[in-house]
């Protein structure tokens, strides 16, 4: 059985998914008697946009000291936002009213994303992440998909390896938000890329397909996703103001709807693939269905707006309790079974081997 751990893209309310990967851990702490308990030691296998990617590369980043443990605990993760969110997603004036007649093409000043990405991650390369994981992003000048893929990046190499900020960087590059990622492999390729939200704002499927590729013993419903949402945004556009503005005016209206609706209809997908082989229960879908009560744009990141958004998350987790921990009890039966399995093989190794040498 292979276990996904998948976070969609969605700016600010990143706090979301970060607040439930915070409690899921909580609860993996308190139930094994194990403080240093992680949940990277629960799943085997994480694909993360925009700011689920960050969420995940920072979940997933080692320990310098420790390159096989992991740097940052759940709430580290979470606190990229609650602690750097305002700054991330704070502008000038005279930047917003350039902006809104098209004369400066990002809302956001990119270095200021990538220090703190900086201050969290150094060097740290993609292959060093501490489990198989990929990342969406989307080259504009090739017109396709990309993968940043932990796997490929340890197999083949500076060719596909980059550093961890600059996969950040990439993966949240959200168009009119921040200026196009510009790149480089560490062989020195170029890669012009922009948020992965342009075609898998939720990365389950991404995810699902590519476990099924690399770990081609594994059938679909030998497989669990648990994906975290950060609330679709039901914002109705009149035409009458979309016909009036300018198209640069337009353009957070339009990043909304390509990446609500890709959301949805991954979602929706997945609900009936696994359906269609009675496996409902191995994908667990988690995100707010109402967000009436924040300001749902990406980039609202006031003081006031984040705490309001904590108490949504926090209500979410209180909604599914009973879900979390069934989910946690699974999860550390599971690892407890692996654990077993893996020590059951090295004895039976170690009986081979002195079998042979009498």
């Known amino acids: 059985m292979k276990r996904i751990l998948s976070i969609d893209g969605g700016g600010i309310r990143g706090i ?26 629960y799943f085997d296998f994480f694909a993360g946009t925009s700011t689920g990617g960050i969420l995940l ?37 005279w930047r917003r009213f350039l902006n ?28 060093q992440l501490i489990k198989p994981s990929i990342f969406t992003a989307y080259n504009i000048e ?18 596909r390896d980059f550093y961890l900020r600059d996969v950040c960087r990439a993966t949240s590059a959200a168009p009119t938000y921040f200026s196009v990622a510009e790149i480089y492999s560490l062989a020195d390729t170029r890669f012009p890329l922009v948020d992965g939200g342009m075609f898998a704002h939720n990365p389950s499927i991404s995810a699902l397909l590519e476990v099924l590729k690399t770990y081609k013993t594994f059938k679909i419903d030998d497989v ?14 009149k035409y009458e103001d979309f016909k009036k503005q300018k198209a640069i005016s337009i353009g957070p209206a339009l990043v909304d709807i390509m990446t609500s609706s890709s959301s949805e209809s991954n979602d929706y997908f997945l609900q ?6 009675q496996r409902s229960s191995n994908y667990i879908r988690l995100e707010p269905s109402n967000l009436s ?53 090295d004895h039976s190794v170690w009986n081979y081997l002195g079998f042979k040498s009498k």
Not at 71 to 91: M, P, V
Not at 115 to 123: E, H, P, R, T, V
Not at 224 to 237: E, M, P, R
């Open 272 to 277: 009936q693939l696994f359906q269609s082989i």
């Open 16 to 41: 979301i998914p970060g607040m439930l990967l915070v409690s899921l851990e909580d609860k993996l702490k308190r139930a094994t008697q194990n403080p240093e308990a992680h949940l990277s030691q």
């Open 224 to 237: 669990h996703i648990l994906s975290l949402g950060t609330g679709i945004a039901k914002n109705a556009y």
């Open 100 to 127: 809104q007649f098209g004369l400066l093409t990002e809302l956001y000043d990119n270095k200021v994303l990538e220090k703190i990405l900086f201050n969290y991650f150094g060097d740290t390369r993609l292959s």
């Open 293 to 345: 009560s924040i300001e749902p744009s990406l980039d609202a990141a006031s003081a006031g707006n984040i705490q309001k958004i904590v108490s949504l998350a926090d209500k979410l987790i209180s909604d599914n309790e009973t879900l979390l921990d069934a989910l946690v009890n699974d999860l550390i039966i599971e690892k407890e079974q692996k654990e077993n399995l893996s020590e059951k093989k």
């Open 142 to 159: 090739l017109r396709k998909n990309h993968l940043f893929r932990q796997q490929k990046a340890i197999s083949h190499g500076a060719s």
């Open 57 to 93: 590369s920072i979940l997933l980043c080692p320990d310098p000291d420790n390159l096989a443990k992991p740097r940052f605990s759940a709430q580290e993760a979470l606190d990229i936002y609650l602690t750097h969110g305002t700054e991330i997603f704070t502008t000038s004036r």
